[in-house]
């Protein structure tokens, strides 16, 4: 069974820094892994998918990287800002599920001016 | 991009009660939804795949006959909580699944807002 984990739970960090969140998956046979984000009572919106043959995707101040043989993936953020805090969800998919995701248990951020 | 309502946004019932929450697929067709349910400051648990015209895959622990899962038309999907009791009270989102791949050839999946439910 795919568990997903993601460390820290929680981080606050001054603005202007660079910080990166932790996400690590049992089953090496993703077929993909996606980073969300998640503001207070609200729903999901998706940041950055990586196939399973990619090693990184970006898009604008993130970048995620992939490493399937170890299970692991960060997402760096660049250059924090308050609008970025809220919660980041790590969520992969493996090959016999379909498109069903298996969610990790999130990092809060908290980027403080 | 494609978008996914549901509806409503908010809810809030008397214990016993039913309460149905609508997923919708505004501009693309959706084979194949999902439903989550988040408690506070945890994350998102799958409840049940369901699939347009056949009966809904739950997984281990969600009980089909408290969450009904209806999927009657491409674009709609329904989960009524029957006899709803506090420990229901919960954030609950939907998403659908595009079959038609629009990035970097993968089918994607987009979410719903979420409803949040009350049951008192």
């Known amino acids: 069974k795919q568990e997903v984990t993601q460390i820290p739970a929680a981080l606050s960090v001054p603005e202007g820094e660079n910080l990166v969140l932790n996400c690590s998956f049992t089953d090496s046979a993703i077929y993909n892994l996606q980073w969300f984000r998640q503001d207070p009572g609200k729903g999901l919106t998706s940041l950055l998918l990586?196939?399973?043959?990619?090693r990184e995707q970006t898009s604008g101040r993130l970048n995620a990287s992939l490493d399937k043989s170890s299970g692991r993936s960060t997402l760096y953020i660049a250059a924090s800002q308050p609008g970025d805090s809220a919660t980041y969800l790590c969520a992969v998919s493996i090959k016999t599920s379909g498109s069903r995701l298996t969610f990790g248990e999130g990092t809060q951020l908290t980027v403080n001016p | 991009g494609a978008v996914v309502s549901q509806h409503p946004s908010w809810v809030i019932c008397k214990s016993g009660t039913s309460v149905k929450i609508e997923c919708r697929s505004l501009d693309f067709q959706a084979t194949t939804m999902f439903w989550y349910r988040q408690f506070p400051k945890q994350s998102l648990m799958l409840m049940a795949t369901s699939n347009e015209g056949s009966k809904a895959t739950y997984e281990q622990g969600v009980e089909k006959d408290k969450f009904l899962i209806n999927h009657a038309s491409l674009t709609l999907s329904t989960l009524t909580v029957t006899s709803a009791h506090p420990e229901d009270s919960s954030f609950y989102i939907c998403s659908a699944r595009d079959p038609i791949p629009r990035w970097d050839n993968q089918e994607t999946q987009y979410f719903g807002p979420g409803t949040r439910l009350l049951v008192l």
């Open positions: 990586i196939q399973s043959s990619q």
